[in-house]
């Protein structure tokens, strides 16, 4: 199977400094959800992993969430995307949990109940957490510009290997313009080192 990565906020929808705080906050960003469709059309299975410390700021609540998800994911169908799964760090920075990116925990999360191999799975984010929470275990980043996206290539320090694009749409032209890449289904590794080698 193939799987792709997604950050929410500024990725899929409009990104806000002041959070997402409501469903009417929630706005997609043109072209993000069509470039979903395109990316099930190819066969790609596609989880969103993103951080929501606006919980436990108390901004909102989980109920509150799950009711922006529903939107995602009624817009999505609207357009004929479907994303498999949401993963959501409802943490705050100093809550020490292993979900927040840049931590690799909801990754390694997403590749155990998918039962896939992390090893060159497309993590596309707009801040330099989306990208180093993928680094680690072997996905390849992608910056998008949109969201905080200029800031983070401004910044620079981008995990070695990032692939810069204008926004979700232009990376999965990128992705369907060259050869699929299967994620490896474990037990399988071997046979991945064998083909990276
Ligand atoms: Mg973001
Ligand atoms: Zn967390």
Redesign the pocket.
């Known amino acids: 199977m193939k799987l792709i990565i997604l ?5 899929i929808n409009q ?1 806000s400094d002041e959070f997402i705080k409501s469903p009417d906050e929630w706005i997609a960003i043109p072209g993000s959800l069509e470039a979903i469709a395109r990316l099930n059309q190819a066969g790609y299975r596609v989880v969103v992993a ?1 951080n929501q410390s606006g919980v436990a700021r108390g901004l909102f609540d989980i109920v509150t969430l799950n009711a922006i998800h529903q939107k995602l994911h009624s817009e999505a169908q609207r357009v004929g995307a479907d994303i498999d799964a949401i993963f959501f760090c409802p943490h705050a920075a100093d809550d020490n949990c292993d979900c927040r990116k840049p931590k690799p925990g909801m990754l390694h999360t997403i590749a155990k109940r998918l039962n896939v191999s992390l090893k060159g799975v497309p993590c596309v ?3 330099l957490r ?1 990208l180093q929470a993928g680094y680690g275990p072997g996905c390849v980043p992608y910056l998008v510009l949109t ?2 996206g200029e800031r983070t290539r401004e910044k620079g320090g981008l995990p070695p290997g990032t692939l810069v694009y204008p926004d979700l749409a232009g990376v999965v032209d990128a992705l369907l313009a060259q050869p699929p890449k299967e994620a490896e289904e474990l037990p399988s590794q071997k046979e991945g080192r064998r083909r990276n080698a």
């Open positions: 950050d929410r906020d500024g990725v990104d993103t984010g707009d801040s989306d969201g905080k």
